[in-house]
């Protein structure tokens, strides 16, 4: 089976309809390019039927980024270049001209860039049709819709069909609301027999793949009844309902795992995310990326998580904002705390309001609880770092670093100008500014003395009118 089966992904339009700047085939589905999720799909389809089929890419609009964004998560994925867009069955000549040992693969599955839910069941169906019986020569994946605009239209005639593209249907064709899907299998002799005599006499003036299914020919339209798996993203209306129907099934698997959402319609969860039982999420909540969140967590409203991982029993209080950090178990953070790539937060830490930490390792139990800034820091198991503490790590040119030792007590609005290093069990009075080290033990205070002046008051305070 392996080397029957070639598979074309056709990537090459210019997405016109989107109105965007990027190519339709990277505009990202959850944090994911749309041809990412059909390469995903696909993958799944193999394994059930233990296939290794070789995958093209029909590239040509901003081919350069689209080749490049595919490379990093499918390098074995290969290219074919269509410099002109004349339309679907011009990328699939591309393919073949391109790519001479396609014409040895049996079968031959095509789908578009612009349909991230086809999901395994739906390219099994359809392989199916096709290999189950030997007279049919392509099998091609329908369905009813209640608004057909924008899909070619399938023509019942006798016993077989015709595929009518939306601008060169007739008024009584234009109501017709089974449609196609643009996923197809074909017996690759039927490609090569009929694929070089489609001609371009249409109001497009395109090469239609469609004109692969004639009545005359021995093919099949497939219906299916999920028609939502088969959406096709040419707007951004379609772009979002593509969006909401993976996000909801995304959410229902967590939900099934043991994952608590208390109004799962606001938040946004990327597929990526990892989350695990017991942890509860809030309404409005938004995980990105390489994100893994521990059991029985809790992340309340408004928390943002990118590319990090919090450990088992942590909870994120309201509004904060987390990214590129490590989070270990039983860590309290927030409300409206931000947490910078390079945290190392660590157990039980206490992380309170208006805290910033960059590229800083917590140790255990360290406390932080209210408006400070932690920024390339070391600080030692159970320390506490009082309101107000600034970490001066930068000098104008380059960043320095805080090293402080286990149990120390540093009291509100204190300084560290680093590169600084403070001991272990260190004391530093309010109000310091400390700007050379202390050995551990040491206490240290670095303000001024208090003058106080009595009865002098009242020269200074001025009345009110
Ligand atoms: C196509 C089908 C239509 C079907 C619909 C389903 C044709 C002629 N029409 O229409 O019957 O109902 O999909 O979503 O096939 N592409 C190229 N090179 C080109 C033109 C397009 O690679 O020269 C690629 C696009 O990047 C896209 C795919 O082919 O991924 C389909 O093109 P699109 O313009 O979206 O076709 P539809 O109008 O949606
Ligand atoms: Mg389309």
Redesign the pocket.
């Known amino acids: 089976m392996a080397d029957s089966l070639g598979i074309v992904i056709?990537?090459?339009?210019k997405?016109t309809r989107l109105k965007v700047d990027i190519p339709?085939?990277l505009c990202p589905m959850l944090g994911k390019p749309l041809v990412d999720h059909v390469l995903s799909n696909l993958d799944s389809f193999q394994k059930e039927f233990d296939i290794r089929a070789k995958i093209s890419v029909?590239v040509?609009h901003k081919k350069e980024m689209v080749k490049e964004s595919i490379c990093t998560s499918w390098p074995e994925i290969t290219f074919v270049t269509?410099e002109e867009?004349?339309?679907?069955a011009?990328?699939l000549q591309c393919y073949f001209d391109q790519n001479k040992d396609a014409w040895n693969s049996k079968y031959t599955l095509v789908v578009?860039?612009?349909?991230p839910l086809i999901g395994k069941e739906e390219f099994s169906k359809l392989f199916k049709a096709l290999i189950d019986d030997d007279a049919t020569q392509a099998s091609a994946a329908v369905f009813e819709t209640a608004n057909p605009t924008?899909?070619?239209r399938i023509v019942l005639e006798g016993k077989g069909f015709d595929?009518v593209?939306e601008k060169d249907a007739d008024e009584v064709q234009k109501k017709i609301t089974l449609?196609?899907?643009?996923l197809y299998f074909f017996r690759t002799s039927h490609i090569k027999e009929h694929l070089g005599s489609i001609e371009n006499q249409n109001k497009s003036g395109?090469f239609?793949?469609?004109d692969l299914f004639k009545r005359s020919f021995n093919v099949k339209a497939v219906s299916y009844k999920d028609s939502y798996k088969?959406l096709?993203i040419?707007n951004l209306v379609q772009l979002e309902q593509a969006c909401e129907i993976k996000q909801k099934e995304i959410i229902r698997n967590h939900q099934l795992a043991g994952i608590r959402f208390l109004n799962s319609s606001s938040c946004y969860i990327e597929e990526s995310v990892q989350l695990a039982a017991g942890t509860v999420i809030y309404p409005g909540v938004v995980l990105e990326g390489q994100t893994k969140i521990g059991p029985e967590c809790v992340l309340e409203s408004g928390v943002v998580v990118k590319d990090s991982e919090i450990a088992g029993g942590s909870s994120i209080f309201a509004n904060s904002y987390l990214e590129g950090c490590k989070v270990n178990e039983k860590a309290r953070i927030g409300p409206m705390a931000r947490i910078r790539p390079g945290s190392k937060i660590g157990e039980s830490c206490k992380i309170g309001n208006f805290v910033e930490t960059k590229n800083a390792q917590l140790d255990k139990k360290v406390s932080v609880s209210h408006l400070s800034y932690v920024g390339d820091a070391k600080i030692g198991e159970g320390t506490n770092l009082g309101c107000g503490f600034i970490t001066c790590n930068y000098d104008g040119a380059k960043k320095h670093l805080t090293t402080i030792g286990k149990n120390s007590f540093i009291g509100s609005d204190s300084q560290m100008i680093a590169p600084i290093n403070l001991g272990d069990g260190v004391y530093v009075a309010s109000g310091s500014t400390i700007n050379k080290d202390i050995p551990s033990g040491g206490f240290a205070i670095a303000r001024q003395r208090q003058v106080t002046k009595e009865g002098m008051a009242k020269k200074f305070l001025k009345k009110k009118d």
């Open positions: 056709l990537a090459a339009g997405g339709k085939s029909v040509g269509q867009q004349k339309g679907t011009h990328a578009c860039a612009d349909t924008g899909y070619g595929i593209e449609v196609n899907s643009g395109e239609y793949l469609t088969f096709g040419n």
